[in-house]
């Protein structure tokens, strides 16, 4: 079984790409993971390497190629802002919230100021906006490809989890 988790920064796709991955014993990919792994190995900041792959597809198109590889090899949870849009799932899961209530748990994760995450998630997200309407031809704000849309500001992980579950479970 394919399943997708999408959702911006601090919406809680790894927190409950974890949760799902423990509960039904399968793999979890994240390709949030990889793109900070390709910063990190470049000594660039998320922001930085946003701006670069900005000039060219080359990174966009790295990040994609594993996961599509990864899921033709078998069952796993696949993380990732354009997961939905590139894989064939069993069970497409978009997470979303309010910017106040992600940047809040950004700030908290990463040690920074809610100031400082409310704007680097507005340029991370105004700069993956760009980058894949002009890759992909892909809308990030069309929600109509996901199965199932969770608003994480109105349950606690426990919860949103519980509901991935039911859903899961409920597949035909």
């Not at 908290?108 to 993956?128: F, Q, V, Y």
């Not at 992909?136 to 992980?157: K, V």
Request: aromatic fraction near 6%.
């Amino acid at each position: 079984m394919i399943i997708t988790i999408s959702g911006p920064p601090g919406s809680g796709t790894s927190t409950l790409a974890r949760g799902l991955s423990e509960v039904l014993g399968v793999r979890w990919v994240n390709s949030g993971d990889l793109f900070r792994r390709i910063a990190a190995e470049r000594g660039l900041s998320l922001k930085e390497l946003g701006r670069l792959a900005e000039q060219g597809p080359e990174i966009d198109y790295l990040i994609d190629d594993a996961q599509r590889s990864l899921a033709k090899s078998g069952s796993g949870i696949f993380e990732g802002r354009l997961a939905g849009h590139m894989l064939d799932a069993d069970l497409k899961i978009m997470l979303k919230t309010s910017l106040s209530v992600r940047a809040s748990r950004i700030a908290k994760r990463e040690n920074k100021s809610i100031e400082e995450a409310l704007s680097e998630a507005r340029a991370r997200e105004e700069c993956e906006a760009r980058r894949y309407k002009m890759y992909y031809n892909i809308d990030i704000n069309d929600l109509s490809i996901y199965d199932l849309i969770i608003d994480t500001g109105r349950w606690d992980e426990r919860g949103t989890l519980s509901i991935a579950l039911a859903a899961i479970r409920a597949l035909k």
